[in-house]
T-cell receptor
Framework: AQKITQTQPGMFVQEKEAVTLDCTYD???????LFWYKQPSSGEMIFLIY??????QNATEGRYSLNFQKARKSANLVISASQLGDSAMYFC???????????????FGTGTLLAVQP | DAMVIQNPRYQVTQFGKPVTLSCSQT?????MYWYQQKSSQAPKLLFH???????NEADTPDNFQSRRPNTSFCFLDIRSPGLGDAAMYLC??????????????????FGSGTQLSVL
């Protein structure tokens, strides 16, 4: 079974500071992908960053970086230089691929609500 | 420039009264998904269409149905809404390969969701 765990229901960060949102996962699939999505109050889920399980380097997208530690099964999101517009719900998600090459559905964690304070 | 459009943004229905939520996309993606997201919970996949092929999740209640008349549109029908069906319903799309092989990096594009209230 696959599972995503986000243990931080809510986080505060000061504007311009960096923040780390935690995500751990569990899967028996030999290959998998990890995603982070942002969901502002408007409701739309916005793709932020992707990390493949066999990628040699940690993914980065602008101010977003993914701290991927495969042995610890963690995929933390780091947001540098936080902005007021970063206030939103953040979801970690995973899709696995089994030995037969079939992919599983994308599953989500319960999310972390980030509030950026001026 | 909205690419995945859900209407309406808010929908109120009565207990037991059928309701339809709509989703349209301008991305020409061949896969469309419906997720249910209850307050403070993770989005939960209800079903998805791979082109015209309907794929239901095993734990999706029979009360939930879907239609995809063409590539651009997909509808979620709730035949007899209960109070427990009040939630945000998210539509998403993705582009899978010609041979229907999904990859682990398949990215989903979401709409803004429809918040359903059941009175």
């Amino acid at each position: 079974a696959q599972k995503i765990t986000q243990t931080q229901p809510g986080m505060f960060v000061q504007e311009k500071e960096a923040v780390t949102l935690d995500c751990t996962y569990d899967t028996s699939d030999p290959s998998y992908g990890l995603f982070w999505y942002k969901q502002p109050s408007s409701g739309e889920m916005i793709f932020l960053i992707y990390q493949g399980s066999y990628d040699q380097q940690n993914a980065t997208e602008g101010r977003y970086s993914l701290n991927f530690q495969k042995a610890r099964k963690s995929a933390n999101l780091v947001i540098s230089a936080s902005q007021l517009g970063d206030s939103a719900m953040y979801f970690c998600a995973m899709r696995g691929m089994n030995y037969g090459g079939a992919t599983n559905k994308l599953i989500f964690g319960t999310g972390t609500l980030l509030a950026v304070q001026p | 420039d909205a690419m995945v459009i859900q209407n309406p943004r808010y929908q109120v229905t009565q207990f037991g009264k059928p309701v339809t939520l709509s989703c349209s996309q301008t991305l020409n993606h061949n896969v469309m998904y419906w997720y249910q997201q209850k307050s403070s919970q993770a989005p939960k996949l209800l079903f998805h269409y791979y082109d015209k092929d309907f794929n239901n999740e095993a734990d999706t209640p029979d009360n939930f149905q879907s239609r995809r008349p063409n590539t651009s549109f997909c509808f979620l029908d709730i035949r007899s809404p209960g109070l427990g069906d009040a939630a945000m319903y998210l539509c998403a799309t993705s582009s899978a390969s010609l041979f229907r092989v999904k990859a682990t990096n398949e990215k989903l594009f979401f709409g803004s969701g429809t918040q359903l209230s059941v009175l």
